[in-house]
């Protein structure tokens, strides 16, 4: 689960900050993590208990000892290896050595380069040219 909150400690500036945004009648978002992403106000942050919450500790660190899952750090994607239409394994970079990790056959390729590298990862591998 991914803890979402309210800051704890709110520091001055940021309070000055929003009202002088609220007195240029800036709208006010009380939620920067939904549907609206413009306005003035205070962000939300991923915290448990006053601790920092990445995505990884609610949702990776649990997952980590699963048999089927094979986690590679400081490695950089280049293309999806292609089966005919199917992905059957990622080539990738790792200390300046190009390497090749494959699924097994009911295995899936997530791709989570964001909105620039997932579209150049697909086009550097063949699909959508």
């Known amino acids: 689960e991914l803890f979402v909150s309210e800051l704890q400690t709110v520091n001055p500036l940021s309070r000055s900050f929003v009202k002088a945004g609220r007195e240029l009648q800036i709208q006010h978002n009380d939620d920067f993590n939904g549907e609206r992403q413009e306005g003035v106000g205070l962000y939300q942050v991923t915290q448990n208990r006053g601790r920092r919450w990445s995505s ?16 590679i750090t400081d490695a950089r994607v280049t293309r999806v290896v292609m ?6 394994g990622v080539s990738y970079r790792r200390n300046n050595k190009y390497k090749q990790a494959r699924l097994n056959p009911a295995g899936e390729v997530l791709l989570s380069g964001g909105a620039v590298n997932s579209p150049q990862i ?4 063949g699909v959508g040219a």
């Open 56 to 71: 990884a500790k609610a949702f990776l660190e649990s997952a980590l000892d699963r048999p089927n899952l094979e986690v």
């Open 83 to 88: 089966d005919g239409r199917r992905a059957i």
């Open 122 to 125: 697909l086009m550097l591998s």
